[in-house]
């Protein structure tokens, strides 16, 4: 974008006057009782939450100077009228950023200047249900089985929300259940970590589960299912694998979840994947299979869970090596820690682990033991024990609130230990050989929450400490923060927040650091403050810095650049 | 400068849009009196969920079971990462044992997807919940009642079913509000 050009001054002060009015307008979100008399709705009621998010950031420090200082104005309304049976929901998002006001991009630079103003709808959806029937038509979310074969679900964390858009039927027995699924795969409009518009590729997706509850006193379920993708054509290549054509899958599920009792959960779930592959229709065609296996003893104090996982050649996506979380539809169990660390190859991975849980019950002090230990090998085709052997333990304790005290207090403390360890020689890294260290993560955590009355702090601190090795030899970098949170009553939140990271910096952020920040190096402080006008309706402005890196979730990781500037956030609701 | 015109014109009206809609009515909400009660409108859907595979509920949770029989329902979104989550549901967990008497209903749903899911159910009970807990591995559920998807997230539904309250986030200072707007729902003053 270019800067100081007289004729868009006038425009972005217009941009900017209607951000400041969309944000300051509304003082109060309290409705009267929305409900209306509607043709086949019958007695309808109807709802809205709206968020609007104004947004300047600053320099995000990458080498694109097109996405660098700007500002943005997001809206999105969530509408639904809901009646005896029938349930009408639809969401509209609208944003326009500044840059919009600047020239365009010069000629083969056009890809640079990904921001763009969008206003569509966006999940859409007609739902009717009825005792055991439910029928949809629109966008809808879908899982089958533990997510292994199909997963239609928001992550939050990568910034994936994709429905399948199309129809789905659903028959809930008490003994049998069914439902069929066929659409086109609908990721949300925009991508909410870097703002860009998210391309569409319309991949058609049927799927279908059959279920069954045994009659007799100890519930078992068992379930059936299977899919099948197919993915639209890539129009850009640059790929290293070819492309697929379509994904086939189909599966078994069986769940004992109260056995002894309800002392003892079972569940099991085998699924195989065919994969047809090959640029200009070549067909060829590959195999995969996923096994997902998990036992949970639950006594009085006591809780263990046992997990197995043995995924082979199993990626749910439109290519081997696909980099886009939301084109990914399979979220298979990863029975790993639910924090920061980099895990891979989610397709190809095979393992165990065991988790023990005690509760002092009935008092507030709880702990937790983990350990997970599995090979994984990045090249799907080759076998997860010929990778790289994953061990990760870690332990929380855990002090939860008790309210009849004036001074209440709780606290939430993590440490954990993980490596990876190489199982063989690596080709791209001569020198180095199998037995040693791939990667290492030392990581601890603590919330401290203090409240009396009307006040309470919550103190945030974590850390953590990384060696992984790389081209240039073994690299370590560290990753953590503070915060300090002060409440009073439901309608004030004030938060102080200091970030560190010296992760890849040189990689990320390719531009001068000398004027990044006031506090210099690898500190991104912030503040963030939140008034709430009443339960449903809140303010939120956030000023300051936050460190890019790498996030993961699901087997999926993103490279998120930095963030500087400023956020104003108005949520409302009827 | 007529498409900068009306893109300004288009932001300033849908923002206005939503203000209109958004401040209609007087308001009734005294968030730091005794008085916690906002009418926000809507009927939840009547969903169905499993409950936590090893948490305090076995079966389904069936909301409309419940909606229209003069119950009121409290509906907490949570999840097994989240760590106000954690400071919520033992604190729902005092108001439930208090006024389950009184026809309240608690019920808390995981958004733990299928690497957390099987932590959900033992979470709960470590938390000393006794509620019913239920899962939502497909989040279509959330989506409906939560289209922010927050953790947590509590929502209020009145003996008439109709929705009073809405909160994303949750903080011990709020207690005394939460305490007062609860008493109300369940008609034992406050």
Redesign the interface.
């Given at each position: 974008m270019r800067r100081g050009r007289p004729r868009n001054a006038l425009a972005r002060a217009a941009v900017a006057a209607a951000l400041v009015l969309a944000s300051a307008l509304p003082p109060r979100a309290v409705a009267q009782d929305l409900s209306l008399d509607l043709p086949v709705f019958g007695h309808t009621t109807f709802s809205m939450t709206s968020t609007t998010t104004a947004r300047y950031r600053g320099d995000n420090y990458d080498f694109n100077t097109h996405d660098d200082r700007f500002g943005s104005l997001a809206q999105r309304f969530d509408l639904a009228l809901q009646g005896d049976e029938l349930r009408l929901e639809v969401r509209i998002d609208a944003f326009v950023p500044t840059t919009y006001l600047a020239d365009p991009c010069a000629p083969g630079t056009e890809s640079l200047c990904y921001l763009a103003w969008d206003l569509r709808p966006e999940r859409m959806t007609l739902r009717w249900e009825h005792e055991n029937w439910l029928v949809e038509a629109g966008d809808s979310q879908l899982v089958l089985g533990r997510s292994i074969a199909l997963a239609f679900r928001k992550v939050d964390l990568l910034g994936v929300d994709t429905a399948l858009r199309g129809a789905h039927v659903r028959y809930q027995g008490q003994y049998v259940r069914a439902r069929l699924h066929a659409g086109v795969a609908n990721p949300q409009n925009q991508d909410p970590i870097d703002l860009s518009i998210i391309r569409e590729f319309s991949d058609v997706v049927t799927a279908g589960t059959l279920g069954a509850t045994l009659p007799g006193e100890t519930r078992i379920d068992l379930g059936l299912h299977a899919a099948n993708l197919w993915f639209a054509d890539e129009p850009i290549g640059g790929f290293a694998q070819p492309p697929n054509r379509m994904v086939s899958i189909a599966g078994w599920s069986a769940e004992a979840p109260a056995l002894l009792d309800g002392r003892l959960a079972l569940y099991v779930e085998n699924d195989a994947l065919r994969r047809v592959w090959g640029a200009q229709g070549s067909g060829e065609q590959e195999f995969g299979r996923a096994t997902y296996a998990s036992a949970q003893l639950s006594l009085d104090e006591l809780t263990v869970l046992v997990e197995w996982k043995d995924y082979d050649n199993f990626l749910v996506a439109g290519s081997t090596d696909e980099s886009r979380a939301w084109r990914i539809y399979g979220a298979a169990p990863s029975i790993e820690y639910e924090g920061p660390q980099r895990l891979r190859a989610i397709g190809n991975q095979r393992g165990g682990g065991v988790r023990v849980d005690y509760a002092f019950l009935p008092g507030p002090w709880s702990f937790s033991i983990n350990e997970v230990a599995y090979g994984l090998n990045e090249e799907l085709r080759e076998d997860p024990w010929s990778g790289v052997l994953v061990s990760h333990t870690w332990a929380t304790l855990v002090r939860r609130q008790e309210y009849a005290e004036s001074l209440i207090w709780s606290l939430n403390f993590v440490l954990g230990w993980r490596e990876e360890v190489l199982l063989h020689d690596p080709v791209l890294m001569p020198g180095h050989r199998a037995g040693e260290l791939d990667r290492r993560m030392i990581h601890g955590q603590v919330e401290v929450t203090l409240g009396s009355g009307d006040h309470s702090f919550d103190i945030h601190v974590d850390h953590r400490h990384e060696t992984q090795l790389d081209f240039s030899g073994y690299r370590q970098f560290q990753v953590g923060g503070t915060s300090v949170t002060y409440t009073f009553g439901v309608p004030l939140t004030a938060t102080v927040g200091l970030r560190w990271s010296d992760y890849n910096l040189g990689e990320v952020t390719q531009r001068s650091m000398r004027d990044y920040n006031f506090l210099g190096g690898n500190m991104y402080p912030s503040v963030e403050v939140r008034y709430s006008f009443d339960p449903g309706t809140s303010l939120r402005l956030f000023a300051g810095q936050t460190p890019g890196g790498q996030i993961c979730s699901g087997g999926v990781c993103r490279v998120v650049p930095p963030f500087e500037g400023v956020l104003l956030q108005f949520v409302g609701r009827l | 400068?007529s498409?900068?015109?009306s893109?300004?014109l288009?932001?300033?009206g849908?923002?206005?849009f939503?203000?209109a809609?958004?401040?209609?009515?007087?308001?009734?909400?005294g968030?730091?009196g005794s008085v916690?009660r906002?009418?926000?409108?809507?009927?939840?859907?009547?969903f169905?969920l499993p409950?936590a595979?090893?948490g305090p509920s076995?079966g389904e949770f069936r909301l409309a079971e419940h909606l229209g029989q003069h119950r009121p329902v409290v509906i907490l979104f949570w999840a097994?990462?989240c760590?106000?989550c954690?400071?919520e549901m033992?604190?729902y967990q005092?108001l439930y044992a208090r006024y389950r008497d009184r026809g309240l209903r608690v019920v808390a749903i995981s958004m733990d997807?299928?690497?957390?899911?099987?932590?959900a159910?033992?979470?709960a009970?470590?938390?000393?919940v006794t509620y019913d807990v239920v899962t939502d591995?497909?989040?279509?559920v959330t989506?409906?009642l939560n289209?922010?998807?927050s953790a947590p997230f509590s929502i209020w539904v009145d003996r008439t079913g109709?929705?009073t309250?809405?909160?994303?986030?949750f903080?011990?200072?709020?207690?005394?509000?939460i305490e007062s707007g609860i008493a109300q729902l369940v008609g034992a003053g406050g």
């Open positions: - | 400068m498409k900068v015109r893109l300004a288009f932001v300033l849908l923002s206005s939503a203000a809609l958004l401040g209609v009515g007087t308001p009734e909400v968030l730091t916690a906002a009418l926000v409108g809507g009927h939840p859907p009547p169905t409950a595979v090893g076995t097994t990462w760590v106000p954690t400071q033992p604190f005092g997807d299928a690497r957390t899911v099987m932590r159910g033992p979470a009970r470590r938390l000393g591995l497909d989040t279509r989506t409906q289209p922010r998807r109709a929705i309250w809405e909160r994303e986030g903080a011990s200072a709020e207690q005394r509000v």
